[in-house]
């Protein structure tokens, strides 16, 4: 069974506009992270945000925690083309150590 | 990426063949993964090593098994491979709770 689900599945918007997924999980964690995957290649890890961190930013994006609703958001500013692909998200499901499990994740589409 | 390598990218085989994937990394990690990944499905974790000769099994493993001799390769062999093993397999490496590094991916396919 998946730890992490992606809400939407899919979002297509315009290039210059925000884009935001959710994700919500089970299990206590102690981290919860996020992937992305272009077309026909392997995930590339984005940003890492412990159990105890609330808000972290890198870069366009910016990602936040609730572990009280067990959820968290990952918001792309200004989106360009180049960022159409698919996002995931990703938990240690309380194990503390290196076993993730990922969320079905959300397709981005950004318009030219 | 990350100095991972999975070989074969492609394979077409037959049900009941044998099928080993290889997946050779060269930054001397100490975990090393086995996800496949279908559609509606995301990411799942057939198997991982935590060290040379190390290994246990993750949330899909039935029908799969793996080795790890050298702490760089750790194989993926399918004994008698079944269409609902089609899928596109990555490996993926880490140090403990570090962030995972993938390889991009075997397509594999079984007729």
């Known amino acids: 069974s998946q730890q992490g689900e992606e809400d939407p599945q899919a979002l297509s918007i315009q290039e210059g506009e925000n884009a935001t997924m959710n994700c919500s999980y089970k299990?206590?964690?102690?981290?919860l992270q996020w992937y992305r995957q272009n077309s026909g290649r392997g995930l590339v890890h984005l940003i890492l945000?412990?159990?105890?961190?609330r808000e972290k930013h890198s870069g366009r994006l910016r990602v936040t925690l609730d572990t009280s609703k067990k959820s968290s958001s990952l918001l792309i500013t200004a989106s360009r083309a180049a960022d159409t692909a698919s996002y995931f998200c990703?938990?240690?499901?309380?194990?503390?150590?290196?076993?993730?499990?990922f969320g079905a994740g959300t397709r981005l589409f950004v318009k030219a | 990426d990350a100095g991972i390598t999975q070989s074969p990218r492609h394979k077409v085989t037959e049900t009941g063949t044998p099928v080993t994937l290889r997946c050779h990394q060269t930054?001397?990690?100490?975990?090393m993964y086995w996800y496949r990944q279908d559609p509606g499905h995301g990411l799942r974790l057939i198997h991982y090593?935590?060290?040379?000769?190390?290994?246990d099994k993750g949330e899909v493993s039935d029908g799969y098994s793996v080795s790890r001799s050298k702490t760089e390769d750790f194989l993926l062999t399918l004994e008698s491979a079944t269409s609902s093993q089609t899928s596109v397999y990555f490996c993926?490496?880490?140090?403990?709770?570090?962030?995972?590094?993938f390889g991009d991916g075997t397509r594999l396919s079984i007729l």
């Open positions: 993926a490496i880490s140090e403990s709770d570090q962030p995972q590094h």
């Open positions: 299990t206590s964690i102690n981290n």
């Open positions: 945000i412990r159990s105890n961190e």
């Open positions: 990703a938990t240690d499901a309380g194990t503390g150590g290196f076993k993730t499990i």
């Open positions: 930054e001397n990690h100490r975990y």
């Open positions: 090593s935590y060290g040379v000769k190390d290994t």
